[in-house]
């Protein structure tokens, strides 16, 4: 990477972000919520789930606290800010919290579960996106795959117990960004137990092989 300023606050390459088409994720959501349903978006990033959910016919409302990210969203809401102290008052019929966002370590995952259930209106359905259950890290090391354009490498990954801390590798066009984390994997108790805790619950699994899952307010 050259220049720091293309790197969200997450550690995020703003230009790869930028390239990353929807997988599926819009029709997900789409199919799981009422139609028309106002949706929360929070960590949107570029917006490819955002627009695509928009042409399906919902009101989006798109949080990030990357400027750069948000400014290639049309049609939607934008908020800058902090998922994880976000309050703005109102209520949604719908809550996503895609891109893995559960799988950041705590204090992170309580804070996002909290904004979740402070802005899922009574009866609302909350979307969230995790690793996929049982996903081994270290066999995707040096494989190579493609999502669009995009050349995704796991160049590194260190296990121990649910902890991972990773390195990825992302290529375009003869440029490469790196991007290292620290994540946690989740199985459906551990999924169980935080949304609990936070004053929500699990629903169903809208696609276990991709990790989505649906859950809402404990009654």
Same mark, same amino acid.
Not at 38 to 43: R, W
Not at 186 to 214: M, Q
């Given at each position: ?18 390239? $990353? ?20 978006? !929070? ?12 042409? $399906? ?38 809550? !996503?919290?895609?891109?893995?966002? /559960? ?14 259930? =402070?802005? /899922?209106?009574?009866?609302?359905? +909350? !979307?969230?996106?995790?690793? +996929? ?41 003869? =440029?490469?960004? =790196?991007? &290292?984390?620290?994540?946690?994997? $989740? ?7 935080? $949304?609990?805790?936070?004053? /929500? =619950? @699990?629903?169903?699994? /809208? ?5 989505? @899952? &649906? ?5």
């Amino acid at each position: 990477m050259k220049d720091g300023s293309e790197v969200a606050p997450d550690g995020s390459p703003i230009q790869v972000y930028r390239r $990353l088409p929807p997988m599926g994720e819009p029709e997900i959501v789409h199919a799981a919520i009422p139609a028309g349903a106002t949706v929360l978006e !929070l960590g949107a990033g570029a917006g490819r789930v955002t627009m695509p959910l928009i042409a $399906l016919g919902h009101p989006v409302t798109a949080v990030d606290e990357s400027p750069a990210m948000l400014s290639t969203i049309r049609g939607a809401d934008i908020v800058k800010g902090d998922v994880r102290t976000l309050d703005l008052g109102r209520s949604f019929g719908a809550v !996503l919290a895609a891109s893995h966002l /559960l799988n950041t370590p705590e204090p992170f995952r309580s804070a996002v579960l909290s904004t979740v259930r =402070r802005h /899922l209106a009574p009866g609302g359905v +909350a !979307l969230f996106e995790v690793y +996929a259950p049982g996903m081994d890290w270290p066999a995707a090391v040096g494989r190579l795959s493609r999502i669009g354009h995009v050349a995704v490498t796991v160049e590194r990954a260190e296990v121990s117990g649910r902890r991972i801390d990773a390195t990825v590798a992302y290529a375009i066009g003869g =440029r490469t960004w =790196r991007q &290292a984390f620290v994540a946690e994997m $989740l199985d459906e108790d551990d999924v169980r137990a935080e $949304l609990a805790r936070a004053g /929500l =619950r @699990f629903d169903r699994w /809208l696609d276990r092989s991709k990790g989505w @899952f &649906a859950g809402s307010h404990l009654p």
